[in-house]
């Protein structure tokens, strides 16, 4: 960070902090007892928590050392363990013992993720780019897939209503069983060194180009008209653009490195 953290607890930003961590702990017993459009929903507000402790604590310069440390335990509650048995309950219990190491492998995933962020924080290192997965939109394509898939279950006839993409819902049971691998490879991508767009520095106040100011009002519109199914597509577009930046950027490598043995 360019300035130092200041010492105390900052009340506001606080809040929402314990707001996430709150939601995320009634997520868990929601996923408990089997009520998982619940848990889900609860994990969706712990993600809007999470967007508005940090943003209130930049807007009013309230950033604490206390801010960082509590956000990063409210962050492991609601996008590390909470996912992981939510996911458990739902898919990986039928697995085994199998099941159960995928879930311990994400939750562990997330903790490590989250002290790697921490530590890069204490020592100053700034990237315009989130280096590894983040564990929100980790958390994010599971709480996601699971509000999806509750609609799809909930319809024994399933006989979509316009309240879901047909094409995204027919696939949903083919997801269901890919939801293992799936979790492992998000469990990868926290602790790798994929880049992807930090949204931090968006400021809504300043100008932009009417493109975004479209692209916006248009994911409003999705959201609001199918919110489960638009969830699952934006985390997972959030998700392979991460890859497709790495893979750019690999091959741009090779390619530079290649120029310059044909040129010695």
């Known amino acids: 960070m360019n300035e130092k953290l200041k010492r105390g607890i900052y009340i506001l930003p606080s809040l929402f902090t314990c707001g996430n961590m709150a939601c995320g702990f009634l997520s868990i017993l929601a996923s408990i007892d089997g009520n998982f459009s ?14 508005l402790d940090g943003r209130v604590a930049r807007m009013t310069k309230t950033t604490s050392a206390f801010g960082v440390q509590i956000d990063s335990l409210s962050d492991f509650i609601s996008f590390g363990i909470a996912p992981s048995i939510m996911m458990y309950q739902l ?12 879930a ?11 002290a790697k962020f921490n530590v890069m924080a204490e020592e100053g290192v700034v990237h315009s780019s989130f280096m590894g997965l983040p564990t ?3 958390a994010g394509l599971l709480i996601s897939f699971v509000l999806s898939y509750e609609l799809f279950a909930a319809d024994p006839g399933h006989e979509l209503t316009f309240k879901t993409i047909p094409i ?20 990868l991508l926290m602790v790798s060194n994929v880049p992807y767009t930090s949204f931090k520095k968006f400021k809504f106040s300043k100008p932009k180009a009417f493109g975004v100011f479209i692209l916006i009002l248009f994911v409003l519109i999705l959201l609001i008209t199918f919110p489960q199914n638009t969830f699952f597509i934006l985390f997972s577009l959030y998700i392979l653009s991460g ?8 091959w741009k490598g090779l390619r530079r490195s290649g120029e310059k043995h044909q040129n010695q």
């Open 243 to 250: 890859l497709i930046i790495y893979a750019t950027r690999y």
């Open 136 to 138: 929100p939109a980790s």
């Open 104 to 114: 311990i492998l994400f939750a562990l995933c997330s903790a490590l993720r989250l």
């Open 38 to 51: 619940r848990a889900a929903w609860l994990l969706i507000l712990s993600i809007a928590f999470d967007m």
């Open 168 to 187: 995204l819902m027919k696939s949903m049971p083919v997801f269901f069983k890919s939801m293992p691998i799936v979790m492992v490879a998000l469990s």
């Open 91 to 102: 898919v990986l219990n039928s697995m085994g013992r199998t099941g159960i190491a995928i």
